[in-house]
């Protein structure tokens, strides 16, 4: 079964559960499969006070928005350049175009689906998270990621594993990291529209995913 029918499946099941229900996942499959690191970006909620009702996949396919997808784009880009640095000269105007074409290759999948606003009111998203659990995994497993990064959702991705009782392990420069049940690296970050400046927010991300990468090539071969 490929993963598009079987996201469709765990959403049919779990749409009836959630007003506004919005999809999301792997953007592009054939991009998702082929792509030298496959990245899965775990964010809370979508910004929609319409009600939602809509597909992010579709949404990211069509040019997404720059607010939140700009340093996503960077941070793609950036991944998977290894370790050479791309200059910011190089980064920091990201077009459409860029975000469509580099964006097919990922996933992006939020904790909770029904859409919220531009704040998330925590005590709601705890109560869905902690509903929707059963879900959330299944859904995460469909799509094996090589790298998790967690956009202000690390500690809740954890509870939605049932990973609460891992390791958290850090590096040296104090971004935090588990791994998940295939022994692979998820990263406890910032969301991507972060106040913070952009260039920090992407280096800062690229110089602890080179770290942890680092350390878990070390570990597998020792």
Not at 72 to 78: E, M, P
Not at 119 to 146: C, G, H, L, M, S
Request: glycine share 6%; net charge negative; proline share 2%.
């Amino acid at each position: 079964m490929s993963i598009k029918e079987r996201e469709s499946e765990l959403f049919h099941k779990w749409e009836n559960n959630r007003v506004g229900f919005v999809t999301d996942g792997v953007v592009s499959e054939q991009d998702y499969l082929n792509s030298k690191i496959k990245l899965c970006f775990v964010l809370k909620e979508v910004n929609d006070e319409h009600g939602g009702g809509w597909d992010l996949r579709e949404f990211i396919r069509t040019g997404s928005r720059s607010q939140t997808w700009n340093n996503v784009t960077r941070w793609v880009k950036s991944i998977n350049n290894g370790n050479d640095d791309i200059p910011w000269a190089n980064l920091e105007s990201i077009s459409e175009k860029q975000r469509i074409d580099t964006l097919r290759t990922i996933c992006a999948m939020n904790l909770k689906k029904s859409p919220g606003t531009h704040t998330t009111v925590r005590a709601d998203f705890d109560v869905v998270v902690a509903e929707d659990k059963k879900f959330i995994k299944e859904q995460y497993e469909i799509y094996n990621p090589d790298l998790t990064i967690c956009c202000g959702t690390g500690w809740d991705l954890r509870f939605a594993l049932d990973l609460n009782d891992e390791q958290v392990y850090e590096t040296s420069r104090g971004i935090k990291w588990f791994v998940n049940q295939q022994n692979k690296p998820v990263v406890m970050y910032a969301h991507p529209a972060a106040r913070v400046q952009d260039s920090l927010l992407v280096y800062g991300l690229i110089d602890a995913v080179r770290e942890i990468t680092h350390n878990k090539s070390n570990q597998q071969t020792n």
